[in-house]
């Protein structure tokens, strides 16, 4: 069976600290990798995917690919206010069909 | 652009009755089609897929049923709802313009059963 763990949080950092978020997946042949955000009671959003190992940024976020440790994460740097919400990471495979984690749960304090 | 809609938006109703909820997309033609639970304090979980009409496949044995009657509505029932049934129902389908991998939500149904 396929599994997306995610440490449940809650994450509670600073306001312009550097929140640091972290999945592993157990499925080896997974290809594609996705961050989610999902604010209370509100659809996940796509913020960040990743299909190669390294990294990737995009304006305040890194994506960190680790294939061989099968390992992904998400950092936020100047993390602000608006950005505490649930972070979810996705691992997709042959089939097409992402498998979620269940969340790490973001609190950025002023 | 790629919409998604669900409704209702929020429902409540009491255990044993049935359950309709619909999904329905524009902007995209012939999608995959997925239906997801979010139950309170767990993660998303993959109930029913389908790749045309007419075409489901269940992930998790339950009392729900899926169906796809057009290739852009998604049905998502059950004959007698349990306390279990309980959580966020959301409609996605793969991203336009993106891998088929990057799932696309609609806004979700908040179903509470009493």
């Known amino acids: 069976q396929k599994e997306v763990e995610q440490n449940s949080g809650p994450l509670s950092v600073p306001e312009g600290a550097i929140a640091s978020l972290n999945c592993t997946y157990s499925?080896?042949?997974?290809?594609?990798f996705f961050w989610y955000r999902q604010y209370s009671g509100k659809s996940p959003e796509l913020i960040m995917s990743?299909?190669?190992?390294g990294d990737k940024e995009d304006g305040r976020f890194t994506a960190q690919l680790n294939k061989a440790s099968q390992y992904v994460s998400l950092l936020i740097r100047d993390s602000q206010p608006s950005d505490s919400a649930t972070y979810l990471c996705?691992?997709?495979?042959?089939?097409?069909?992402?498998?979620f984690g269940r969340g790490t749960s973001l609190i950025v304090h002023p | 652009s790629q919409t998604i809609h669900q409704w209702p938006a929020t429902l409540v109703q009491p255990v044993g009755s049935p359950l309709s909820l619909e999904c329905t997309v524009e902007?995209?033609?012939?999608?995959?089609l997925y239906w997801y639970r979010q139950a309170a304090g767990r993660g998303l979980q993959l109930l029913f897929y389908?790749?045309?009409?007419?075409?489901i496949s269940s992930e998790v044995p339950q009392n729900l049923s899926a169906s796809r009657p057009q290739d852009r509505q998604f049905i998502l029932s059950s004959k007698k709802l349990l306390l279990s049934d309980s959580g966020f129902y959301l409609c996605?389908?793969?991203?336009?313009?993106?891998?088929?991998?990057?799932?696309?939500f609609g806004q979700g149904t908040r179903l509470t059963v009493v």
């Open positions: 996605a389908c793969p991203r336009q313009g993106a891998w088929d991998t990057e799932a696309f």
């Open positions: 996705a691992v997709a495979g042959g089939s097409y069909i992402p498998t």
């Open positions: 499925d080896r042949v997974s290809q594609s």
């Open positions: 389908s790749v045309g009409i007419g075409q």
């Open positions: 902007g995209t033609s012939n999608p995959n």
């Open positions: 990743i299909y190669s190992n």
